[in-house]
Structures are given as C-alpha cells and as structure tokens.
C-alpha cells in the first residue's frame, strides 16, 4: 500500500462546479497535512495547511479526519484558472513530507 | 517567488556518467529536501538534510547522495546515471519545527539519454 493515495482523476468540471478531492495516509505518526498545487512542468506551490480538522481559505477548504487517515480538499466555484494537480502532502515521522501522485482538475468554460 | 534557487534548470546526460544539482534555500531556511519527479508522477522523497546532516531518506539506492553546506544550501549527486532517472528534481527549503511548509524551487530537468 502506498503512503499516500489520491483520487488519480483527471477531474473535468465546468466553471462555477463544486469538486471534492480525497487522499489518504498509512503513517498515524503524521502531524501537520499540507495540499500542494502544481501548474504544468512547474514547481508544487503551497495551497493549504491543515493542522487540526480543517481550514478554509475562501473557495477552498481542506478537512482532516485522523481516526480515518483522511484529508479532503473542495474547491467552490470553480475557476478556469484552477485547473492543475492538486498534491496531498502529510508530514511525518522525522518531519518528512511525503506527496501522493496528484489529481488533475480541467475547468472547462 | 520562493527564494529557493537551484542550478541547471535542464541537463542532458548519458547512462554511467555522474551529475551534481545545486540548491540554494531561502533565507533562515535550516532545512533541504530533494525530491524526484517522473513524468505524470508526484514527487518522491530523496532525502532531507538539517543542519548538515542527513535526518531522513527515501527509497532510493547509495548512487544518490547529498550535503548541506554551513550556509545551508545544498547538492544532490547522482552517479552511475540510468535512463530512468530522467525527471524533474525538486529542491525544498523549510524552516524545520512543527509547521513545515515546503518552499520549493523551479527544479532540475534531467534527461539521461
């Protein structure tokens, strides 16, 4: 079983939809969960952090259930411009930050 | 952007030679990470120095090795090039502690022909 498993998508939604990203993580020792957003051929940008249940930052929220392993991402109102890969990112043990293979968003117009 | 730099931006190399990828971390960053990133994959965890020592590693083979330097930038040398190494390799800096946002720089492309 891999570390991490993501949605593999890809996620084609219109502009204006509501998508859910699931991921989730074998190591309990895990304390801070980051989503990470990579555009095409460039570097993972920090998107969020989650260090208790959840966090929001406008159109975005990110939930964590650690009985469950599990970390969610859902994106309101969709923009074209958010179309990339979203990476789940926990950090564990030895304060390593392992990533899961992504899930690719396309917002259509 | 990140403050975090690394050198070259794209290299060509052939199987069996040896290459050296540079970093430099943002400003107060004390800790480096290395990942690799094949086409169509996430990054994989290399390994990560903290203050000049290795404090972690991924599942990679001896041929890929590193150093953090006291300034706290860093290099990533592989040798005994294989084709499958062609990929992007990422450079993080952080600030080490609880939070641990990873900043990360534009990468190394790597195409081992």
């Known amino acids: 079983r891999k570390e991490v498993e993501q949605d593999p998508g890809p996620f084609n939604v219109p502009e204006g939809a509501t998508v859910a990203f699931n991921c989730t993580y074998s190591?309990?020792?895990?304390?801070?969960f980051f989503w990470y957003r990579q555009d095409c051929r460039k570097e993972p940008k920090l998107l969020m952090s989650?260090?208790?249940s959840g966090n929001e930052d406008g159109r975005f929220t990110a939930q964590l259930n650690r009985a469950s392993q599990y970390i969610s991402l859902l994106i309101r109102d969709s923009k074209l411009s958010d179309s990339a890969t979203y990476l789940c990112a926990p950090r564990g043990g030895g304060f390593k930050t392992i990533f899961g293979a992504g899930t690719r968003l396309f917002v259509k117009a | 952007e990140t403050g975090v730099t690394q050198s070259p931006t794209h290299l060509i190399k052939t199987r069996g030679q040896q290459v050296t990828l540079r970093c430099s971390s943002q400003s107060g960053h004390n800790t480096v990470s290395w990942y690799q990133q094949a086409l169509g994959q996430g990054p994989q965890f290399i390994f990560q120095?903290?203050?000049?020592?290795?404090?972690g590693r991924g599942n990679f083979p001896p041929r890929f090795s590193g150093l953090q330097f006291p300034n706290y930038s860093s290099e990533l040398n592989v040798n005994a090039l294989e084709l499958d190494d062609s990929a992007l390799y990422l450079c993080a800096s952080s600030g080490g502690g609880y939070t641990g946002e990873l900043f990360f720089g534009e990468g190394s492309r790597l195409t081992v022909l």
């Open positions: 989650v260090y208790s």
């Open positions: 190591n309990s020792a895990s304390q801070s």
């Open positions: 120095y903290y203050r000049e020592e290795e404090n």
